[in-house]
């Protein structure tokens, strides 16, 4: 079901009509939520104007630790440093679909929380943990948004994780809505990995592992 949710709103954040005779349809409590999970998706999709891709990445899709797991992980970081449990959820779901996307990154981040080798190599930020476990990689998150100024300003420290304030304003929807609705962790916790392409939305399926890119019009789940 989570899934299904995730597929309708990445539908209707590209159909502005849709959503619009959709969004009326709600309860009102449910509208506030839809409405930002399609504000969120929308300050995606306003990051990436130019031409779709056309290649699939070259990544392996990999069931993510339990949700318990990283809740635990989320909440022991927040204790640690400051930073917001919901603020570390939110970008370990759209940097790696929570763990999700094993796989390096164009920029050359790797890992859940997708960080730079040089990033987690600095002081304080690693500290000779693993950058592809959770369990190192989340309270590395939090001690980075630390140095990056979040416990003053939490939006501009997400632009040292994204040059762009889209990127900012989407996580911190995701982060706001699991902050009025903890539930909705489980929800996301399910969402799966999706890619724009040129050939259409894609969906990545746990098993998909490729090591080199290939077209997205050839590939068969």
Not at 158 to 175: F, I, K, M, Q
């Amino acid at each position: 079901l989570a899934h299904q949710q995730q597929v309708i709103y990445r539908v209707l954040a590209r159909q502005q009509a849709l959503a619009g005779a959709v969004l009326p349809l709600l309860p009102p409590q449910w509208r506030v939520v839809a409405q930002r999970h399609l504000k969120a998706r929308r300050e995606f999709l306003a990051m990436h104007r130019g031409p779709e891709r056309s290649m699939l990445p070259a990544w392996r899709i990999v069931a993510p630790r339990p949700a318990a797991e990283l809740l635990r992980a989320y909440r022991d970081a927040s204790a640690a440093t400051g930073i917001p449990w919901e603020v570390l959820a939110a970008v370990n779901l759209v940097e790696s679909a929570m763990g999700r996307i094993d796989g390096i990154s164009v920029a050359n981040a790797h890992g859940p929380m997708q960080f730079l080798p040089s990033t987690w190599a600095e002081p304080g930020i690693g500290n000779g943990g693993d950058i592809r476990n959770p369990r190192d990689a989340i309270p590395a998150a939090a001690r980075y948004l630390v140095r990056r100024g979040g416990l003053r300003d939490i939006r501009r420290a997400l632009w040292g994780y994204n040059n762009s304030d889209h990127y900012g304003t989407a996580v911190l929807e995701y982060a706001a809505l699991l902050r009025d609705d903890p539930a909705a962790y489980r929800g996301l916790y399910h969402w799966e990995v999706h890619v724009m392409t040129s050939a259409g939305d894609v969906w990545l399926p746990v098993g998909y592992n490729q090591p080199t890119p290939i077209p997205a019009k050839a590939y068969k789940p």
